[in-house]
């Protein structure tokens, strides 16, 4: 498509212009505000209804000093387009409705109406759009007709998304088989992506750490338990000997007591204090479990008031950051509601100012009364360059104010958006105030009850008492028996004694046992996680790996279609991961960075891939194109619009 002619009248600011455009390129020189970028805007207009900018909100009407548009007028764009195999007329006429009102010779104002046309044929608005649509798609022409377009028009994911379908993706397999170390991801990933494998590791990364740091406290807590205690061996011994040592005496005493009652109440005494040591074994081995038990559950309750505390601090931060967010953007929309007070004073006075017109009416030479008409002639050029300076100045202010209105609407957005987000805040922190309270409440009564799991069996203390009573009936029955047995019976109760020595310490070696397995299994549980750690940095360094060698592949394939352009798709990030993005440069230097003749030189690179790719060719629109000295050359038409102050009004070249 090639642009032959274009004629504007009453568009905007233009009252009428027609573009001849040149066999090749076309240049339009004119100073600043004299309408260079409005025919572009009316060219965008005839074929899509907007501005170039995209906008459909604009003003087509002329504008007076105080802002007023212009009525009563046609408001008229017409194009001459060569499409190769034949030129295409294009025209629109935009003007004001005035209906004549019923039963009145009144007419009356009820809006606007547009006339479209195609090779002269009036032809309503569906079939008009149809038959630009037949031409180019509207987005594909934004992006072959501005240079500066595909970089400051459309977000970067959309700018990725377009050199995607330029070039074409890469798939999985390809990058895999470019670099043997991945050749083991594929078993990897199985049926998941590569974006939720990477999320998998990293939740269990973080499972992993925290159970880690858990196991060796565990292991200090039960270790801390355990008791120091003699070979299992020795102490059997050792009880096996009193055990017959007990018997022996025993025996010797029966032998003494027998016959009568004292033998009958001897019998029950031994068979309270068989129930007895029972008791106390069953006493030792209850009291060592539970004091296990116990330890594991404050520990527990321990890691999970900890959590809600870290919780509530958290929250409280998040809110004091937005706290501070929120009072930033306030203080910007507050300044920016005085600057738009200060432009609004500003307007007004240069509005209200007037020329204040000197002129000395006599020949500073020879003192000679100077012409009537040369003097009125001076005065009018004087007028005229106040009105211009005039409108110029409240042009500026008007374009200021808009830029400052947007910016206060904006932080004031902003401003509630962070609000909201401190309501939600305060409702995180009381949810996470309630759950730190409710675990410390739960680890007070925990450690409330430590002393119920110790109590003593209330059995032993009415066996014990009923001993007593039947060894009073005993020595009562038995005084004449004393001397004889009194020494083999303190040899019975220290035998016994130590019976219940060797017992207890049997318990404790069980328990050190216990203590001893379960210290073991935590270490073989940290031995394994500590190994699937590894595996899981493994995995995760796979996956890096794999996004870089597709990022370098991609890149590769991406630059082979341009001249100038270079794109950067993915960012580098603190952490060594990658975050997607698409970033345009040229010998190293970002967009963001270039000057602007390598802005619209790198735009119109991305012009010529375009259109080889859509295959279609539009009209190039080049803003200020005479910051670029050499232009890059195009096979599409290049409408070059360059600043010259020596050039009052629009002139072609």
């Known amino acids: 498509m090639r642009l032959k002619k274009l004629h504007l009248k009453n568009f905007k600011g233009i009252p009428e212009f027609t573009l001849e455009a040149q066999p090749g390129n076309t240049e339009i020189w004119g100073d600043n505000a004299t309408g260079k970028t409005t025919i572009f805007d009316g060219f965008t207009w005839l074929l899509f209804g907007k501005d170039s900018l995209g906008s459909a909100k604009f003003e087509i009407k002329s504008l007076d000093l105080k802002g007023e548009a212009a009525h009563g007028l046609e408001h008229t764009v017409a194009a001459v387009l060569d499409l190769g195999e034949k030129e295409l007329k294009l025209k629109k006429v935009y003007k004001e409705k005035y209906p004549k009102k019923r039963g009145t010779a009144k007419h009356v104002f009820t809006g606007h109406t547009t006339k479209h ?10 079939g008009y759009k149809e038959a630009i649509n037949n031409i180019c798609d509207e987005d594909a022409f934004r992006l072959l007709s501005n240079p500066r377009y595909f970089n400051e028009g459309i977000h970067w994911q959309e700018r990725r998304k377009v050199l995607l379908e330029v070039c074409g993706d890469i798939s999985d397999a390809d990058v895999v088989a470019s670099d043997k170390d991945l050749k083991g991801l594929p078993d990897i990933l199985g049926t998941r992506t590569l974006e939720d494998h990477r999320k998998v590791i990293a939740s269990r990364r973080q499972e992993i750490n925290k159970e880690l740091d858990k196991i060796p406290v565990r292991i200090d807590e039960i270790g801390a338990s355990a008791v120091e205690a003699r070979e299992k061996l020795a102490v059997e011994k050792d009880l096996k000997a009193a055990q017959s040592d007990i018997k022996t005496g025993k025996e010797t005493l029966a032998e003494i007591e027998a016959g009568g009652n004292v033998a009958v109440l001897k019998t029950q005494v031994r068979e309270i204090e068989n129930k007895i040591s029972a008791i106390d074994n069953a006493h030792a081995d209850r009291v060592l479990s539970a004091k296990r038990e116990h330890k594991e559950r404050i520990l527990d309750l321990s890691d999970a008031s900890v959590e809600a505390t870290k919780a509530v601090e958290l929250a409280v931060k998040m809110k004091t950051d937005l706290e501070t967010a929120l009072e930033k953007a306030s203080d910007a929309m507050e300044a920016k509601q005085e600057e738009e007070a200060s432009l609004r004073k500003a307007w007004f006075k240069e509005y209200e100012s007037e020329l204040v017109f000197k002129q000395d009416e006599n020949c500073p030479t020879c003192s000679q009364a100077l012409p009537e008409d040369q003097l009125k002639t001076a005065k009018e050029k004087a007028t005229q360059d106040f009105n211009q300076e005039k409108a110029e100045n409240l042009a500026a202010i008007d374009a200021r104010g808009k830029v400052v209105v947007n910016a206060r609407e904006d932080a004031a957005k902003e401003a509630a958006g962070f609000a909201e987000e401190i309501a939600k805040t305060d409702l995180l922190i009381h949810s996470a105030t309630e759950a730190s309270r409710i675990a410390v409440e739960a680890l007070i009564v925990a450690k409330g009850e430590s002393e119920t799991a110790y109590a003593e069996d209330p059995e032993k203390k009415r066996l014990e008492k009923e001993k007593l009573m039947l060894e009073k009936q005993i020595e009562a029955d038995s005084t004449f028996m004393a001397d004889e047995t009194s020494d083999t019976r303190e ?116 012009c010529n891939t375009l259109a080889a790719h859509y295959g279609i060719q539009a009209p190039i629109f080049i803003d200020n194109s005479e910051a670029v000295s050499e232009l890059l050359e195009t096979d599409a038409q290049q409408i070059k619009l360059i600043v010259s102050a020596q050039h009052q009004s629009l002139e072609i070249a």
Not at 117 to 126: A, H, L, R, S
């Open 117 to 126: 046309f195609v090779d002269g044929v009036p032809i309503n608005e569906k």
């Open 491 to 606: 040899a019975i109760d220290q035998l016994e004694t130590r019976i219940r020595g060797y017992q207890a310490e049997l318990l404790q070696i069980e328990a050190n046992a216990r203590i001893e397995a379960r210290i073991t299994e935590l270490s073989d549980q940290e031995r394994k996680l500590a190994a699937e750690f590894e595996e899981l940095e493994r995995q995760l360094f796979l996956s890096e790996q794999f996004v870089r060698t597709k990022v370098a592949m991609l890149e590769e394939k991406i630059n082979a279609k341009f001249e100038l352009a270079r794109w950067k798709l993915f960012e580098e990030q603190i952490n060594e991961g990658l975050r997607e993005c698409c970033e345009v440069m040229t010998y190293g230097v970002p967009y963001n960075s270039m000057n602007n003749a390598a802005r619209i030189n790198i735009g119109l690179d991305i």
